[in-house]
């Protein structure tokens, strides 16, 4: 028996984590599921964010299936889901990309992951204000060193890249890729202009690389030709690995390429905990229509079915997610010729038909 940790979430989260726990409860593996909360949700019942009785839930299990956790832009609460990573250390973010049989996509036959370092870069949440005290004394001293001058009224955002955290999701990257018998690791950056930070990534990315010579082939991409590459031929890539900013926008990217947010599963890991939940939001305007596509939940608990080392119910429920796409009948809108096709199926609809397919 297993004990997993279950957040919820807010939006649409409590309908796609149901779904994927009845998918994952359906393959046999026994789960004891911890249900506690997280974001808005906890902060109307406990007044606050990220309760301690969270915190302690998924430091005692070490394994968690979280939806999606709302973030205000601008004013309010930094993101929840950003401190959870950062205070569990869950330092690479693991996002497959799979174009499945049946999905109505632009592209075929992509197989991609996205391998996004989880803790630093802009995410670090370092960040000062416009015209505060603190950012003037900050100003004032960068403007001492530098021959390039700030603007005094600006504000600051802090990019920091260091060996200790590139050299460990480099390293990941690479164990991931032979652990899953990839080929090719792609290191994506912006190096030309930031050469101090995404300079020593690429760098350490570099020296690595060396390691696992003659395993896996090493190459490296400047962010935006990435960008250009993947709409034009994202079936010649494999595996990537990125600095946090580039990770977020290339996943949804990658997304979009596979058929959409709703079939795009993740997975935040450290080295004791991991956390799995998929690429996409609360999606808010779908909150409790019973509408939204499951799937990248769902996948994601194959990810973790994976990770507990239920690598054949793993296996199988990912089969089952494959057939019920690939037959086109029991899934939901967004599968659909036209979105608002009545042939849809709602959230828990579709789980119950791929529940089916397990038995
Ligand atoms: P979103 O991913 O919630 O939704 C964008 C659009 O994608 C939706 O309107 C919908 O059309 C589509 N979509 C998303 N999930 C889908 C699904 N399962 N099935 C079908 N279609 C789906 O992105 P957003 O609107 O930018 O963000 C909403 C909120 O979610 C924000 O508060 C944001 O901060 C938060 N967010 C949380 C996480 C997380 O918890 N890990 C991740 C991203 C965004």
Not at 160 to 180: Q, V
Not at 271 to 292: C, L, M, Q
Not at 295 to 312: D, K, N
Not at 319 to 348: P, R
């Amino acid at each position: 028996m297993y004990k997993v940790t279950l957040i919820p979430g807010d939006g649409i989260g409590p309908e796609v984590t149901q779904a994927a726990q009845r998918c994952i409860d359906a393959t046999g593996v026994k789960i004891e599921w911890e249900q506690v909360l997280a974001g808005a949700e906890a902060l109307k019942k406990d007044k606050e964010l990220l309760p301690q009785a969270t915190l302690s839930s998924i430091k005692k299990n070490k394994i968690a299936l979280k939806g999606p956790v709302v973030t205000p832009i601008g004013e309010g609460f930094r993101s929840v889901n950003v401190a959870i990573r950062q205070l569990f250390n869950l330092y690479a973010c693991l996002r497959p990309c799979k174009w499945y049989p049946g999905v109505r996509s632009r592209y075929q036959d992509i197989d991609l992951v996205v391998i996004r370092e989880n803790t630093e870069d802009l995410y670090a949440g370092i960040e000062f204000e416009q015209g505060k005290k603190q950012t003037h004394g900050i100003l004032e001293k960068i403007n001492q060193i530098s021959a390039k001058k700030i603007s005094p009224d600006s504000a600051l955002s802090i990019k920091p890249i260091s060996i200790t955290g590139t050299k460990r999701i480099i390293r990941f990257a690479f164990e991931y890729a032979l652990a899953n018998n990839r080929k090719r690791l792609t290191c994506v950056h912006k190096a030309n202009i930031m050469k101090f930070t995404d300079g020593l990534f690429l760098k350490v990315a570099r020296e690595i690389a060396e390691e696992y010579s003659g395993k896996i082939e090493f190459d490296d991409r400047l962010i935006d030709n990435m960008c250009l590459q993947l709409v034009k031929n994202p079936q010649e890539y494999d595996c990537l690995v990125l600095p946090n900013l580039y990770g977020d926008i290339i996943s949804d990217l990658c997304a979009g390429l596979i058929g959409g947010l709703g079939l795009a599963p993740g997975a935040n890991i450290g080295d004791e905990i991991a956390i799995f939940e998929a690429t996409h939001g609360s999606a808010p305007k779908y909150k409790g229509r019973n509408k939204v596509n499951p799937t990248a939940m769902i996948l994601s608990g194959v990810m973790l079915l994976r990770h507990i080392g239920e690598a054949q119910a793993a296996d199988r429920l990912e089969q089952a997610v494959c057939a019920v796409i690939k037959e086109g009948k029991h899934v939901t809108y967004d599968f659909k010729e036209k979105q608002d096709q009545h042939t849809a199926i709602g959230t828990s609809q579709m789980a119950g038909a791929i529940i089916e397919r397990l038995r």
